[in-house]
């Protein structure tokens, strides 16, 4: 089973962050990327294991009971150049 969790800014402390106390479960952690993959996501970057384009900032060691495998990704919005969006998760297993 694979365990997968939105990872957000603290409200109090910008600089770190945190896992949200909510999560899904899938039978494992390639069902988590196809998945993430039709809701809209085209690419992800593991932190630590791929290298990571400009927007994204590697987070691990901000990330308040930091556990699991840290993605991050970036969706480019219809607003304009350079208008995007990164978003992280962890998938534990």
Known sequence: MAHV????????????????????????????LEDAHWGGID???E??????????????GKIRNQRGRIFG???ETPKG???????YFTVIE
């Open 73 to 75: 990704f970036v969706n």
């Open 5 to 32: 969790y939105n990872i957000t800014p603290c409200p109090n402390t910008p600089s770190e962050f945190q896992i949200s106390p909510d999560g899904d479960e899938y039978p494992d952690v390639e069902s988590v």
């Open 47 to 60: 932190l630590g294991e791929d290298e990571l384009p400009w927007e994204i900032e590697d987070i691990r």
């Open 43 to 45: 690419t992800f970057y």
């Open 81 to 87: 150049v350079n208008d995007y969006e990164v978003g």
